[in-house]
């Protein structure tokens, strides 16, 4: 990728902690993204991020502004698209547990995602979630501090979709958390659930890298430039962040929101 190749990060109204995250992030490895809130605003970018809010508002921000087609243009063009939380339900093919009226998906993920999978915004929780295929392509430690902010799940992956991880259920969660779903009561506790996946140019996980100071899933998707075999879309190099490598001190990661003195949100 160029020098002045840049990365997209789509807009969300809640607040800039989840994008200050991704910029921070993207920066340590060497990338610049910039914030896309109009379909012209995706012409000469590289990838593009979904990060994570309010699906339903965020699908309806989207139709507001006509971005809708204008991102499933994008996608159809082989460019790396990755979906986080909410993102991941964005780029689903299909979505259960919807607001009445449902929303409009982007697609492309040939999968089923629950919306609200593990319950409430009160449910939201930490793990260290077993990440084998990050950890030998990135290298660092074999699990990822995962966090999961009211989460979407994915329900059926299709065949051509790349598991990347899975979450084992909890007695507590196999009884209380999920509500509402459509095969509620086949969910017990030990049982797993998708929770990052790839599919082509697509990369999804329903918990938020971005939270996090580990790095490793952001430089994972900016080495899948490149790989559709679109000779416009030259590999990243991108820069070796010292945190991720497997010699280093290992210690408890902290959420960057945890870490951040100030944080700005939008009106």
């Not at 992956?157 to 084992?168: D, I, K, M």
């Not at 969910?187 to 990369?203: D, M």
């Not at 490793?216 to 962040?241: A, C, I, T």
């Amino acid at each position: 990728m160029g020098k002045n190749a840049k990365m997209a990060v789509l807009e969300r109204i809640e607040g800039n902690v989840l994008c200050g995250g991704l910029y921070t992030a993207l920066g340590k490895l060497g990338v610049k993204g910039v914030l896309v809130k109009k379909p012209e605003q995706l012409e000469g970018l590289v990838g593009l991020i979904i990060p994570g809010g309010e699906s339903t508002t965020m699908a309806r921000l989207a139709e507001y502004h006509n971005l809708i087609q204008a991102l499933q243009d994008f996608c159809k063009k082989g460019k790396p698209i990755w979906g986080t939380c909410a993102g991941l339900i964005f780029l689903a093919n299909k979505a259960i547990g919807q607001k009445s009226g449902g929303q409009e998906l982007i697609g492309g993920l040939d999968c089923t995602v629950h919306r609200n999978f593990f319950g409430s915004q009160l449910n939201s929780f930490e793990t260290e979630l077993p990440v084998p295929k990050i950890a030998a392509e990135e290298g660092g430690p074999e699990t990822f501090r995962a966090v999961f902010i009211r989460a979407p799940a994915i329900l059926e992956a299709g065949p051509s979709v790349e598991v990347l991880a899975e979450y084992t259920l909890l007695s507590k969660e196999s009884t209380s958390t999920i509500e509402n779903m459509e095969n509620e009561g086949q969910c017990q506790a030990g049982q797993k659930v998708i929770v990052a996946v790839k599919q082509g140019n697509l990369l999804a996980t329903a918990f938020h890298p971005e939270l996090t100071s580990d790095t490793r899933w952001h430089s994972y998707f900016l080495k899948m430039l490149g790989e559709n075999g679109d000779q416009s879309l030259v590999p990243v190099k991108v820069k070796q962040d010292p945190e991720n490598s497997v010699s280093s001190p290992q210690h408890r990661d902290l959420p960057i929101f945890r870490q951040t003195e100030v944080l700005s949100f939008e009106k």
